[in-house]
């Protein structure tokens, strides 16, 4: 196994193991739909399951399939990611760990929706009337892994730039 990989596999069990750990503790201890307040109207860590997917898109669908669905999507989903993670020089190393934070993510999802047809959502965090949907360690690694992807893509200056409005005709 080379280097690349072994990192994959050290990091991305890490990264699961701390995701289920963190489920099965609020699975344990806080009833769904329950919550224990953290840091007064900001952070409470709450037990809330959502059968759709990012946000709760896709959870009021009533098809009996959708859960498989959403495997399926994980499914491919994962085997693109490790295509892309292969595929990835490995100096390029902003982007090897931003895939793999989203293949662990997906990961830990996906065991949600294999146990429970859903995934268990925990962390809650809201101000005065604003609230942010509830999400879980899961959620975050895919987050933060595209938000690295999406800087080293700036960095690279791979997203192309905004025209100078002075240099086109219609500006003279």
């Known amino acids: ?23 099965m503790w609020v ?28 946000f709760g898109l896709g959870a009021d669908w009533s098809s009996e399939y959708k859960t498989y ?17 292969h595929q990835t020089p490995p100096e390029n190393k902003m982007v090897r760990v931003g895939l793999i934070l989203i293949f662990s993510g997906a990961i830990g999802n996906l065991i949600d929706r294999i146990l ?5 959502d925990f962390l809650d965090f809201f101000y005065g009337s604003y609230h942010w949907p509830a999400f879980n360690i899961a959620d975050s690694c895919i987050t933060i892994g595209v938000l690295l992807m999406f800087v080293d893509l700036i960095q690279a200056g791979k997203i192309p730039q905004a025209e100078d409005s002075s240099d086109t005709p219609e500006s003279t």
């Open 69 to 85: 669905l959403f495997i399926g999507f994980s499914v491919i989903a994962i085997v693109a990611i490790l295509i892309f993670f």
């Open 116 to 120: 429970y047809q859903e995934v268990i």
């Open 1 to 23: 196994m080379s280097n690349r990989y072994l990192q994959l596999f050290l990091a991305s069990n890490v990264l699961i193991i701390l995701d289920q750990y963190t489920k």
């Open 27 to 54: 699975n344990t201890h806080i009833p769904k739909h329950r919550f224990i307040m953290v840091i007064d109207n900001f952070f409470a860590i709450t037990h809330i399951r959502n059968p759709g997917v990012a």
